[in-house]
């Protein structure tokens, strides 16, 4: 039985790839941060079989525990601070969660492996984010990153530690740059959940409308169930390399509001909603799609979920969530 160990279990992804992991007969191992951390009892509540262990990215000795108690064949190092808009206003915490964090794991996978470096395989979630002002169209594993906002460069650095351990140590590290990717288990800081829960409560008549920045930026967006997959493969291979996991399609936050209100009958939703200021970025990603044309060849890996289903899948789960929440 193979054993794995996430960091970031408490994610939109955590949750997804430990499903994954189960479902293949793994011991999973997730790591909580922080006391009575609220989030807890939804890890145990969703995917009752991961054992969890208290340990912080930012906290090299509690890795070291939590590596001992783990055993891990595979590492995850989901863990971050992930929400961009965030970054700019907490810029030190985002480097030293989201990039040194990073080293951390690494540092502590290299010391758990000691004299054998193949004992252990480490999986980087490395982000789009990185591209930011886009150097090419579409953006592949040998496009310039170019970042654009403080959670940006610290995905740069985690990323280029993990090639780095790679070629130093030899250590089977892999960073897969992944495009965004949305669920019902999105938090609802992010566009797409923001999106979705406001368009179920308006057509609930329990909001009227909804505020947000700017509508033009594009994203290519796919379902996080289909990307864990795309992380597992990695850690499958032979070698350990980097890849772009992405759909390979983009669109507007507009082509998001048509396809959201219109499933709930609403065709004309300029009204509802607001610009707001404060929703706008120091500096934006203006355009994001993927080529993931190596991560196709190489790991046998497309993308199941497009982007009409993605969003019809969100808006019907928060109708229901909705519901519940004022039938109650
Ligand atoms: N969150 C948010 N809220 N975004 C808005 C809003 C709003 O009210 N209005 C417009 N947007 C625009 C943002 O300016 C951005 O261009 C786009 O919607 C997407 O924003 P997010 O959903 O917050 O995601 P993100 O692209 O910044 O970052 C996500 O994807 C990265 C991968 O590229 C996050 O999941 C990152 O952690 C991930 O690395």
Redesign the pocket.
Known sequence: MKRALITGVTGQDGLYLSELLLSKGYEVYGLIRGQNNPKAELVRRTVPGVKLLTGDITDLASLIRAFGEAQPDEVYNLG?I????YSWENAKLTSDVTGQGVLNVLEATRLYAGDDISKVRFYQAS???MFGKVQDVPQRETTLLWPRSP?GVA?VFGHYMTINYRESYGMHASSGI???HESPRRGP????R?VTQAVARISLGLQDSI?????D?K?DWGFAGDYVDAMWRMLQQDEADDYVVATGETHS?RELLDVAFSHVGIDDWEGKVVQDPR???PA??DL?IGDPTKARERLDWTPKVGFLELVRMMVESDVAQQKELAGR
Not at 82 to 85: G, T
Not at 189 to 192: D, P
């Open positions: 971050a992930s929400f961009v808009a982000s789009s984010e959670y995905k992944l495009f965004n800081e992010f566009v797409t923001k505020s947000l920045g700017n509508l930026a994203r936050i929703f706008f970025r934006e990603v994001l």
